[in-house]
């Protein structure tokens, strides 16, 4: 069966398995007998340097890209040999990716990018919310709350810091469903507390 192009997004908060799914549409396609490849952005090497390393501990062997210089991805000696590509952590990837990522369709791939939509404070990141605007599909996936056992929404940091990339683990963020969250967020603004 000859592949079409078509651009699938799978996004979603932390710990809402879009690493999974992201594996699982590659096998899918290894099993049909088509050429997948594996990207990661470079700065992510929270596991390992070449491999994309699930919560639940699955791996699969990745290229690296610089996250600054993404159309080094045009410049990987099998990409056009290569039918089916997976991004993952596409929200730490610079604008410029949106551009590789035209160029890849335009050759007739099919790209899978798993990543986060909304950071620790509920804003959108700008590339996750652009590539969601010129996708075929994009498959929303939801993390459990912490606190009330709803879909969780959100990803809030457990320490202050404010800047908008920071890797971290369980011990860093936790998700949250959209209502816990305002509850979080606008206590004190409201003035009433949480049961
Ligand atoms: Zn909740």
Redesign the pocket.
Known sequence: MKLKSKLVLNVGGMFSGKSTELQRQGERHELRGHSVLYVKPSMDNRYSENEIVTHNGNKVHAVSVDTQKPDELLFITRIMQTQVICIDEIQFFDLNMIEAIDGLLKLGKRIYCSGLDLDFEGKPFEITALLMAKSDEVNKLHAV??????D?WVTPRKTGEKEQVKLGEKENYYP??R??FYEEQYQGFWGFEKE
Do not use: R, Y
């Open positions: 709350c912490d606190n009330c056992g709803h969780a949250l469903c209502t816990c």
